[in-house]
């Protein structure tokens, strides 16, 4: 089993974080490692900021992602995912999906769940 000192995890996370560098004044970057694997938080810098989470799990050799998008209230933040995908292979297509979700594609999957549920 890798953990967050094995050479395999750490040129894994900076490999995604190069390729995520291109987006670095849109969002700010967060690395967190635990026990069962690593995750990379995205917050979005505007007015209306969603979150994204790239996971993977030592034990599993493909990544997940998660849309977030981000209410404000007085007293705390609360979250309302947008769009998940769990089985993504390879870092090339982590950076696509980000790339797609970046531009878009977690909300309109967002919005057509909403317009399906309410026919």
Request: aromatic letters at 16%; proline letters at 1%.
């Amino acid at each position: 089993m890798n953990d967050k000192y094995s050479v395999k995890t750490q040129n894994e996370v900076n490999s995604i974080l190069e390729r995520l560098n291109e987006w670095k004044n849109l969002f700010i970057f967060e690395v967190r490692y635990f026990y069962e694997g690593w995750a990379i938080y995205m917050r979005e810098k505007n007015m209306y900021p969603r979150h994204l989470v790239i996971f993977k799990s030592y034990s599993d050799d493909y990544y997940s992602i998660k849309s977030f998008e981000i209410h404000f209230s007085k007293k705390k933040e609360t979250y309302q995912e947008l769009y998940i995908n769990e089985k993504i292979d390879t870092v090339q297509q982590v950076q696509s999906e980000i790339k797609e979700i970046i531009y878009g594609k977690d909300i309109l999957d967002s919005i057509t769940k909403l317009n399906s549920e309410s026919i």
